[in-house]
């Protein structure tokens, strides 16, 4: 787009007429005609003034390339800072929830003696709840997708890898030493607390990074 068809442009998108933008600017209606069907440019003393009247920055004047203000790019920022602190809340109940769903578990039936179907039945309802929250913080407030990886995402994901085989190995060895398979499940909730436990940590240490 030439200089001429984006100054006519501007100024259909700001609802003007040619006598109008003239009177601004202290010029004929006949100078504007011309700028607008590129038989002349407007002078260097004018575009200062016609940056001002279209409410543009003299980059997209010229060129008709629309560049993001400071104002929208600071939006931005601030924008992605509190998804990642409403993300990393969201994790943090989740995590909370799951430790008092295992102490639940480890105090009602041992101790308080609570009918065991009662105090499984709550205890699944609680992991559901924390799985939920997790699940929706993730969803609702994930990070912008990147092309490249960056090294504290792949450091997370190699760690989680590690985990995953780590507590897969402890799980099918408790499970057959003790063979108490309908109560070593319990492992995979601490695993999945630990791997979100990682998550945290390493958002939490980028936004520190960032400040």
Known sequence: MNLGENL??????????????????????QTISKWETNQS?????????????YD??????????KKESLN????????????????????????LIYFISVV???????????????????FLVICGIA??????SSMVYKKKEVKCESKEEKLVKNINEIL??????????IS???MAWHISWIIWIIYALVSEIVKLIFMLKGDNNEK
């Open 72 to 95: 929208e790019i600071s939006n931005d920022k601030n924008a992605d800072k509190t998804n990642k602190r409403k993300h990393a809340l969201g994790i943090s109940l989740g995590v």
């Open 164 to 173: 995953s085989i780590l507590f897969t190995i402890i799980y099918f060895i």
């Open 131 to 136: 799985t939920f929250i997790i699940v929706y």
């Open 56 to 65: 543009v920055s003299s980059d997209e004047l010229l060129t008709g390339n």
């Open 41 to 53: 440019t407007p002078d260097f003393d004018k575009i200062v003034p016609i940056c001002k009247l």
């Open 104 to 122: 639940w578990i480890m105090i009602t039936i041992p101790v308080m003696e609570l009918n065991p179907i009662v105090s499984s039945a709550v």
């Open 176 to 178: 057959f030493i003790t």
């Open 8 to 29: 006519l442009k501007l100024r259909k998108k700001k609802g003007l007429s040619q006598e109008e933008v003239a009177d601004k600017l202290n010029v004929t209606r």
